[in-house]
Structures are given as structure tokens and as C-alpha cells.
């Protein structure tokens, strides 16, 4: 009787990003991927809140997933810091990674403060 082996499945690159507005859809953020990167998105997933019979709203956030083979490296240095609606766009290979300090924006108390010494 043969045996069934399970062949390890491939998971497809992803890319976090964050500062998305708020009224974005998937379609404008799999756009800017092929515009900036020409590179074909597989998914995006934008994060929602709200509780299901109420207003549902993404909430700034997604996850992308591109195509086996993307070069994530070449994809995150044509997008990352890109203006998207007055926000700069946030791409990052892994979801917990801290913020850089250069995605303060510039009306935060702590950051006006700092560009007035």
C-alpha cells in the first residue's frame, strides 16, 4: 500500500505595512506595488476593526503577499517611505518590528520640540 508524504508547502513572501489612510482599498495598495516595484501582488489583507453588525474600518494596516521568487529586499527599498495620501508608507518583512524614528510625524509634541534646538 503506498503511503502518502506530505511535500512541505511553500509559503509565499510576505510584506507588513503600517501609516496606510484609513480610506484605502486593496486595489490602491496592490497598485502601488506594480507601479513603484512591477511586481504582481498575490493578496492583500487590509486589517479591520469593528465588531461584525457595526462599521467596519481598516485600521492603517495589511499584509501583502506577493508571488514565489518576489526579492522582498528590492521591493521594500521601491516603496518603503512612499507617500501614500500625505502618509509615508511603512513596508517591513516582519510585522513586530519597531518603527524608525524617521517615520515621526512632524506634528508629534516630542518631534517639534527636537526641530527647534
Not at 511535500?7 to 507588513?16: E, N
Not at 501609516?19 to 501582488?41: C, G, K, M, R, Y
Not at 467596519?56 to 521591493?75: M, P, Q, S, Y
Amino acid at each position: 500500500m503506498a503511503t502518502l508524504q506530505k511535500q512541505p508547502s511553500k509559503q509565499r513572501p510576505v510584506l507588513y505595512l503600517s501609516n496606510l489612510p484609513h480610506s484605502i482599498a486593496s486595489v490602491q495598495v496592490e497598485d502601488i506595488f506594480h507601479t513603484l516595484a512591477h511586481v504582481e501582488v498575490h493578496h492583500v489583507e487590509l486589517m479591520k476593526k469593528g465588531l461584525p453588525g457595526h462599521v467596519v474600518k481598516t485600521c492603517g494596516l495589511a499584509a501583502v503577499t506577493f508571488n514565489e521568487g518576489a526579492d522582498l529586499d528590492r521591493i521594500i527599498q521601491l516603496t518603503d517611505g512612499h507617500d501614500m495620501m500625505g502618509r509615508p508608507l511603512i513596508v517591513r518583512k516582519d510585522k513586530f518590528v519597531e518603527d524608525s524614528a524617521a517615520y515621526v510625524h512632524v506634528d508629534a509634541p516630542h518631534a517639534a520640540a527636537a526641530a527647534a534646538h
